[in-house]
């Protein structure tokens, strides 16, 4: 990888959030030079604290990527960009649609115009999510899946990713897309459930307090952050899968009952609650969800190594030292 990315300029977006700050660091020690384009808006998860610890080897710009003046500059001599800004939380965007629809699908596309007009050289790896599936019809899912969001979220989302397609198609500017499911570990928001459930649950858990675990039988698959790194480096470096959408998953497929057991026994104590749905959270809740990864498994020989039991150890071991600057 370091002959790929050494001496490159690399702009990630979103870059002070749980994954941005993450490929950052693996980014600078590949000798990248790196610059993080984030807005710091109090619900979407950036944090200073996220890049401390290499804070004098990354550039930052406080910029949102809705302000289509900064990122026509900023988006200029840059040889990849890691499209990761968006809002994630899918209660919000049916609270606040509009809000979402700027972040999640008309930024995405003033960002691509960006690029067309000011440089079409450059190299994107979109962050997508699973959200777009919906309610799937089979399991594991896999990329040939009807896409059929049940929030707005999913949809802005959809909307967003295709518009990367298409530029691809159309214009040449290189661009494939990644659909997340469930990703965890250190830097990910754990102040409330905006991000992932799982955060809520490890700071309850830290904080000596029980957690809810809404419905329980749901089965879920889920990525830990240095795999989903991997997964995005692998990408960019590729010259074969421009327009294409490659699925990410986990090592195993579980209940969110046993996520909960195997938490608490990772913290060797702990306390949960089986609740059921609140309505709002029901009516956009997509039942069980799990990944068929193959397609980015044979194209570019990714595939999960981290245990998902290691990587919740590893989790809580990261917030047991770090909580304060989370909450």
Known sequence: MKQIFAGKKILITGGLGFIGSNLARRLVDLDASVLLIDSLIPEYGGNLFNIADIKDRVQVNFSDVRDEHSMHYLIQNQDFLFNLAGQTSHLDSMQEPHTDLDINSRAQLSILEACRKYNPDIQ????STRQIYGKPDYLPVDENHLLRPVDVNGINKMAGE?????????YGIRSCALRLTNTIGPRMRIKDARQTFLGIWIRCLIEGLPFEVWGGQQMRDF??????VDAFLLAAASETIHGKIFNLGGDCIISLRDLAD???DANCGGEYTICDFPQ???RIDIGDYYSDFSLIRSTLKWEPQVPLRKGLEQTLSFYKKYLKHYL
């Open 162 to 170: 295709w518009y990367h397609i298409l530029y691809n198609n159309v």
């Open 223 to 228: 990525t830990y952050i240095d795999d989903a």
């Open 262 to 264: 195997l938490l608490i």
């Open 280 to 282: 709002d959270r029901k």
């Open 124 to 127: 994107i790896v979109f962050a």
